[in-house]
Nanobody
Framework: VQLQASGGGLVQAGGSLRLSCAAS????????MGWFRQAPGKEREFVAA????????YYADSVKGRFMISRDNAKNTVYLQMNSLKPEDTAVYYC?????????????????????WGQGTQVTVSS
């Protein structure tokens, strides 16, 4: 599986960006997709995730109400619409394929549940 993330860039606070992540190649054991981000000097953190089968979504508290994750199953593509961006949203954003088959919803927030990762796309929010 190859993941191609795009849509990052520089935006002013309060602005919007839409990230895309397209999965290509052989896909197997994919239960959903997630977005994580890593700011300079910080650990990578969960942002949002979506389940392929029923569209259930999960969000980090810091982005609830501002970000929205969606999917296009036919295109194997996941989107992250980011609104009301803040300087603290500045980070490299990574998409990942959830390969963990466990039923715990809490696992969607954990890196161990994701077996394939994209290369990341930079999002910079200026104040």
């Amino acid at each position: 599986v190859q993941l191609q993330a795009s849509g990052g860039g520089l935006v002013q606070a309060g602005g919007s960006l839409r990230l895309s992540c397209a999965a290509s190649g052989r896909t197997f054991r994919s239960y959903g997709m997630g977005w994580f981000r890593q700011a300079p000097g910080k650990e990578r953190e969960f942002v949002a995730a979506i389940v392929w089968s029923d569209g259930t979504t999960y969000y980090a508290d810091s982005v609830k109400g501002r970000f929205m994750i969606s999917r296009d199953n036919a295109k194997n593509t996941v989107y992250l619409q980011m609104n009301s961006l803040k300087p603290e949203d500045t980070a490299v954003y990574y998409c990942a394929v959830r390969t963990y088959s466990g039923t715990s919803s809490g696992s969607y927030y954990r890196e161990y549940a994701y077996g394939q990762w994209g290369q990341g796309t930079q999002v910079t929010v200026s104040s």
